[in-house]
C-alpha cells in the first residue's frame, strides 16, 4: 500500500530521531571540515578565500529564503498535523502544491540574482574593489543555481522529517563536500588561485545537484501517484502565512552572519575568511546538538493532539528533556573553543599557507563565538515550540530584535572601538562574533520567559547546569596542560589535536558520570549496543 494513504508508521522518539540527524549532520560536518582544510591548505587567509565566502552569502540567502530552516519550520507543522489527523491525501497535495511554488519563485530568484550580482555585491562586500570585487561577481553567479537546487532539497527534508526519516536529509551534503574536495584535487597547485576558486565553486553546484538527487527517489515513494499543480487551498495558505515572520526568525542567523561579514569587509584582507573558518567551528555543535535536536522535535511537538492543558504538558515534558541534552554536549563544546580554540583551528585548518598566525586569528574570533553558543542552541528549540503552537510572529518579533543589536552592537565593537584601543582594525572582528552572542542571550531569554507564560515552566535545573560547567573546565584545565607539555616535543599539529582533544573529551565524559550528570552518554551507549 502507498504510504499517501497509509498511516500505519510509528512515530519515532526524540531521542532517537535527533541520534539520527546527529549522525547524519556529523558526517556531512567531517566532510565539510575536510573540505575546509584543503581550503585553508590552498586559500589560506587571501583574498580569494575572502572572495569564496563572501560571494557564496548572496546565492546563500536564497536557500535560507525559501530553504532548510524557514520552509522545515513553516511547511512541516502543517504537514505533520494533517498526518497526524490522518488526512494523507490532503498532506500529499500540499507537499505538492508547495514544490510548484518553490520552482517557480526560486527559478524567477536565480534568474534576477544572476542579472543584479553587481549590485548585490555592494550590500555584502562594500570595502571589496577592482579584482576582487570583479572575482566575487564571477563566484556569485556560479553559485546561484546551485542554491537553487539546494532549496529543492530543503523541501524533500521537510516530508522526509515529517516522515520520521532523519537520516538522508542532513547526510546528502556529504556529496556536495566531496564534490569540492574533487575540485581541489583535481586542479590544485596546477591553475592560480583565481582560476582554481572558480573551478571549486562549479564543485559546489555539481554536489548541491546530488543533494536533490538522492532524496528524490525516496520522496517520491511517499507522495507517489505525484500531480504537481498550483493549489491555492487552506493548507497552503496556513504555510504562506508561516512563512514570513518565520524566515524572519529562523533566518536570524544568516542575516546575523550577513551582517557580520558586511562589516569584516571593511576590516582588511582575511576579516571575512577568519569569520567563516571560526563559523564552520562553531556550527558544528549547533547543528549536531542544536538542530538535530530540534529538528527531531518540531514534528513530534507538532503531532501533539489534545486540549491546551495536554498540548502544554506534553510540550514541557518533551522541552526540559531536549534542553537536558543540549546543554549536555553544548557545554564542553563552548570551553574547548575558548580553552583549546588554538589546538582546535591548528588541527583542522593548519596547512600549506594557512600558518600560525591564522590560527590565532581565527582562535580569538572562535572564542568571541562561544559566549552565545549556549543560547542559540537552545534558542533554536525554543522557536521550534512556538511554531508547533503555529505561533510564528512570537520568534520573529525576538528575532528582530536579536538583529538590531546585533547591527549596533556589531558595528561599534567592529570599527570606533580598536581605534579607540589603538589596536589594528582587523581584531575588530573578535568584537562581531562577542556582540553577536550577547544578542543571542537577549533573544533567547525573550523566548523562554513567552513561553513559559503560554505553557508553564520549563524545567532548567540550575545545579545540573552548574556540573556540566565544572566538569568541562576541570577537564579543559587538563588539556590546556597537556598542551603546555606536548608543546616543546610534538611539532604535528594534528596529533596535538588528537592527544589534548582526546583527553579533554574523555575527562568530560568521566567527570559528568561521576558528578551524576552523564545520562545521555548512557543513552547514547545504549543506542549503539554497549551496555552502560
Known amino acids: 500500500m502507498s504510504e499517501r494513504t497509509n498511516n500505519a508508521q510509528p512515530a519515532s522518539g526524540g531521542r532517537g530521531s535527533a541520534a539520527m540527524v546527529a549522525a547524519g549532520i556529523l558526517l556531512s560536518r567531517i566532510t565539510g571540515l575536510i573540505s575546509f582544510r584543503v581550503f585553508a591548505h590552498y586559500f589560506g587567509n587571501s583574498d580569494a578565500a575572502d572572495c569564496f565566502r563572501a560571494g557564496f552569502r548572496i546565492p546563500n540567502f536564497l536557500q535560507n529564503l525559501f530553504g532548510e530552516g524557514v520552509l522545515s519550520a513553516s511547511f512541516i507543522p502543517v504537514y505533520a498535523r494533517l498526518r497526524a489527523e490522518g488526512r494523507h491525501e490532503e498532506a500529499s497535495r500540499l507537499a505538492e502544491a508547495i514544490f510548484a511554488i518553490l520552482f517557480l519563485a526560486t527559478a524567477l530568484l536565480v534568474a534576477i540574482g544572476v542579472t543584479i550580482t553587481p549590485w ?160 564552520t567551528l562553531y556550527l558544528l555543535p549547533v547543528s549536531l546538538f542544536g538542530m538535530s535536536v530540534s529538528a527531531a522535535e518540531l514534528p513530534e511537538m507538532s503531532s501533539a493532539l489534545g486540549t491546551a492543558e495536554e498540548i502544554g504538558l506534553a510540550l514541557r515534558t518533551r522541552m526540559a528533556r531536549a534542553l537536558s541534552q543540549i546543554a549536555f554536549f553544548v557545554v564542553p563544546s563552548g570551553v574547548a573553543f575558548l580553552a583549546l580554540g588554538d589546538v582546535i583551528v591548528a588541527t583542522i585548518y593548519k596547512t600549506g599557507v594557512f600558518g600560525a598566525r591564522d590560527v590565532t586569528y581565527v582562535w580569538a574570533v572562535l572564542a568571541g563565538s562561544t559566549v552565545g553558543l549556549l543560547a542559540q542552541t537552545s534558542g533554536r528549540l525554543f522557536s521550534s515550540a512556538f511554531y508547533a503552537l503555529r505561533d510564528t510572529r512570537t520568534p520573529r518579533n525576538f528575532a528582530l530584535i536579536r538583529v538590531a543589536l546585533t547591527f549596533g552592537l556589531g558595528y561599534l565593537a567592529a570599527l570606533p572601538l580598536p581605534r579607540m584601543l589603538g589596536v589594528d582594525p582587523r581584531w575588530g572582528v573578535v568584537g562581531l562574533t562577542l556582540t553577536a552572542g550577547i544578542a543571542g542571550w537577549v533573544e533567547f531569554s525573550l523566548l523562554r520567559w513567552s513561553l513559559q507564560k503560554r505553557i508553564g515552566r520549563v524545567e532548567y535545573p540550575l545545579d545540573r547546569l552548574a556540573r556540566l560547567w565544572l566538569a568541562a573546565l576541570l577537564a579543559a584545565a587538563a588539556g590546556f596542560a597537556l598542551k603546555m607539555a606536548l608543546h ?35 543513552g547514547v551507549l545504549r543506542r549503539i549496543g554497549i551496555r552502560a
Open 120 to 279: 548585490l555585491i555592494d550590500l555584502i562586500a562594500p570595502g571589496f574593489h577592482g579584482e576582487k570585487r570583479q572575482l566575487t561577481i564571477t563566484l556569485v553567479r556560479i553559485f546561484f543555481p546551485g542554491a537553487g537546487f539546494l532549496v529543492f532539497s530543503a523541501w524533500c527534508l521537510g516530508i522526509l522529517n515529517s516522515h520520521r526519516k532523519f537520516f538522508l536529509p542532513y547526510v546528502t551534503p556529504v556529496l556536495s563536500n566531496l564534490a569540492m574536495i574533487a575540485a581541489f584535487f583535481w586542479r590544485g597547485g596546477a591553475v592560480p588561485a583565481e582560476a582554481l576558486v572558480k573551478i571549486v565553486a562549479w564543485g559546489s553546484v555539481v554536489g548541491s545537484v546530488l543533494q536533490f538527487g538522492v532524496q528524490l527517489p525516496v520522496v517520491l515513494r511517499f507522495l507517489w501517484p505525484v500531480t504537481v499543480r498550483l493549489n491555492a487551498g487552506e493548507h497552503v495558505r496556513a504555510v504562506a502565512r508561516n512563512f514570513a515572520p518565520v524566515f524572519v526568525a529562523r533566518g536570524v542567523v544568516q542575516i546575523s552572519g550577513y551582517i557580520d561579514a558586511w562589516l569584516a569587509s571593511f576590516l582588511g584582507t582575511g576579516a571575512v575568511a577568519a569569520i567563516s573558518y571560526a563559523q
Open 488 to 522: 616543546p616535543h610534538v611539532h604535528s599539529s594534528v596529533l596535538t589535536g588528537v592527544l589534548v582533544l582526546g583527553v579533554y573529551g574523555t575527562l568530560y565524559l568521566a567527570l559528568t558520570r561521576l558528578l551524576g550528570v552523564g545520562e545521555h552518554l548512557d
